[in-house]
């Protein structure tokens, strides 16, 4: 780069192209053929329109101040547009006009400034091309040998080859050194918790009743009609004051009724369910979204996020999708009120898999 | 070296001359300026994909930095009390409440809001078009292999600008978005549960995300950015931009007007036209209405939302997983259904770095390159390329695999087997195509250079027989389809030790898949036959 490349010629005939750059580099099995064309050379210069007609070129540079006139206009039409538009009143009308005059007068500043220079240059500037001669991007050999040089010099006043004692030991340190910076990572996440642990529980409990999201109010089992699903929270939890959304995150649950003939439960969970009421957590076993959409003719819930597809008749097992595991049901049952409760926590972590999960 | 510092009072000087003086003899800036000032800088219109890319990203800087005087990155409850009120009342997150306040309290908030994100879109889709660019022209070639990474590199953090910064205001969306990076680092094994842990400050979402994607949103990434960006201009620079092939432009010289006036009035008056456009688009179209989305909550979601364009191919390889892949062994869950995509993606990128290196390899040219190829010249790169594409785009349709089938009344079983077909056998075809297509075009060229082009003129011989006057081309038109290069598949030859190694045979099997059909450019002799066979 440091040679002087007289940047700047005027265009002249060329030489032949087809010598590459470096005369030694191998063009490996590229086919140079002898009887190849030669470069012809540059064609004969073409003159624009405005270089040969007066009043074309009179009548761009008008059109070239005229835009940078109306970028002035749309400038001041900016700064009047915020005092016109204001959006004081709690009017969402308003912010959209402040927005979009702002906006159109910014607009017309930018893109007035931005074709004036643009035709200023193409239409009007002198059309010059120029040729710079290109030169090997690894210099000089005369460079090269200087900068091998640099480094053989350096490498024998400092011994870096030949007191390979010391220069290990350094290696050594400078490995060692970063260490204790990845240590201090840690401390990203609180020390006295673990995440298996975290992610083994939630906030549901024997007794805890479930309530109706977001409103915190408990259901009753006589208030699910069949067909009917409601989106649930432990009761207590619209109420906490910390970590709402982390428990949130694992325990929101979805409550279906279906007809009690209809569900075809596993021996050692007929007990979970009460009068064809079924609990199963919303949080998808794939990555995570909320299992929202509930198909009730079908009993099929849909994940949005990745279409994952679980059958609510058949303890929540995936029929499409990229999720592998059922969605975990929550053991249900009806306290002397006539609330539904439930029987216990989850019997295995909720929400997507991870690697001590088994 | 000049010689004593002169003392006579010079004729006047016009104040730019003397304030240019003023300045050079502080800062040497003269030097400079002899050096750069007349560069020829060659011109096409695919160039200007690069500039675009830039200049987006220098809204991005610009819009950015205002957001951050209101912007507050703190998940700490408030409920809201702003001017937008179907929200009055609702706990949120501060974040989400200053976002607000940027949309509805501050005048032109709105707007630099949404030029923010439109440029934001703009940024990554302009690096996309112009890797792409690079890559069929083959301007990845020596001496610029370090540019494509470091372009490459920057792809990458435009993602992550891009997907830290949706995360920012804490809405219903951003929030699931992150649930969804939650549950993929979670299917990592062994690092995945620690990772999200450490990553959320505890439990997901907790209160911590927020602030950190922050940092790196407004500094971390941005500082990368920018030095990268400034290494890839200086080598741009040092190597002098490509040109394509045309008379007069050879492999020794750069073609084009200087940088200044003519490329500085372009260049600069082409970034204001981006930042009027990126304006008028602000101004009038909506983008990531949050205040529709509300406050993240774990539990609600609503079907159809999809994240920002660029994120889509991942969301979309999620998709296409088929069920079931995910095992319990060694008492250790394996997420297959996570590992695959994440695999898939991984080594899709890994081929896109390696590429230029590969392709160097099995050619063996060690020559610097500067004449841009044309595509069809280069049939097996164009035909990986399209491939390639096949791949992305099948990905990223995946991403929008509901809106496909409630748009076209299909089922989802049916849109997913076809796009998961599309992914792995699209690919195939798209090469077969590609490359059919660019070997017909080459031969088409070869026809034009011998016989001419049509000219649309018929004319009635002697003999009652209607035909088309053929017009020979001239040196210079001629010139941009003969002044290729072709290649031949390589010889195996035994080393000097008389071997043959697996490298070797690896290399002459890739070269003769690349070089196997192959058109050569019209030589000087076979236009001259041709000639005489008219005659
Ligand atoms: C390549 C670079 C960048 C990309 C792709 C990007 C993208 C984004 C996106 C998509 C958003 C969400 C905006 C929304 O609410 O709709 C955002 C928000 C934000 N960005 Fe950036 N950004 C970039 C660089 C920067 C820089 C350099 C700054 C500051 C100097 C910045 C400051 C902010 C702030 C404060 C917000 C939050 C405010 C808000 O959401 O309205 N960004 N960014
Ligand atoms: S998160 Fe439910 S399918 Fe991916």
Known sequence: MAQDDHSGTELAAADSSHEALAPTASPGTALISSDAFENPGFPPHRPRVTDEDPKKEKRAQRTVYTLFYLSILGSVWAVAAYMLFPI???????????????GLGATLALLGLGFGIVHWGKAIMDDVELADERHPIGGSPETQAAAAKVFSDSDK?????RRSVIRNSLIGALIAFPLPALVLFRGFAPQDQLPVELLSHTMWAKGTRLALDPSGVPIKAADVTIGSAFHIIPEGLAELEHGKLEEKAKAAVLLMRLEPSELNQAPDRESWSYDGIVAYSKICTHVGCPVALYEQHTHHLLCPCHQSQFDVANHCEVIFGPAKRPLPQLPIAVDDEGYLIAQSDFTEPVGPSFWERS | MSTAPSTQVTPKRSFTASAS??????????????????KAFPDHWSFLLGEIALFSFVVILISGTFLT????????EVHYDGSYVPLKGVEM????ASTLDISFDIRGGLFVRQMHHWAALLFVAAIGLHMLRIFFTGAFRKPREFNWLIGFTLFILAMGEGFTGYSLPDDLLSGNGLRIIDGLIKGIPVIGTWTSFLLFGGEFPGTAIVGRLYTLHILLLPAIVVALIAIHLVLVVVHKHTQYAAPGKTQQNAVGPPILPIYAAKAGGFFFIIFGVLALIASLFTINPIWNYGPYDPSPVSAGTQPDWYIGFADGALRLIPPGWEFVWLDRTWSFNILVPLIAIGIFILLVVAYPFIEAWVKGDHREHHIADRPRNAPTRTAIGAAGVTFYAGL??????????THFSLTMEGVIHA???????????????????????QKKDREVVLHGYESGRIVKLPGGEFIEVHQPLDEYDRWKLVSYESYEPLMIRPNARGKITVGQRLRAGMSRWFFEDRIAPVTKGELEASHSAHH
Not at chain 1, 88 to 102: H, K, P, Q, T, Y
Not at chain 2, 396 to 405: N, R
């Open chain 2, 396 to 405: 990223w349709a995946a991403a929008s695999s509901d809106i496909l089938a």
């Open chain 2, 419 to 441: 796009l998961q077909a599309m992914v792995i056998i699209g690919p195939f075809v798209a090469y077969f195509i590609a490359k059919r297509v660019c070997i017909a075009l």
């Open chain 2, 21 to 38: 003086v003023y300045v050079n003899e502080r800062t040497s800036l003269a030097g400079f300026v002899k050096e750069l000032g007349r």
């Open chain 2, 93 to 96: 997150s501060v974040a989400m």
């Open chain 2, 69 to 76: 005087f209101f912007f507050q990155a703190s998940m700490a």
């Open chain 1, 88 to 102: 004081e009143s709690n009017d969402v009308g308003a912010v959209r006009l402040n927005n979009m005059f702002i």
């Open chain 1, 157 to 161: 006043e400092s011994g870096f080859t």
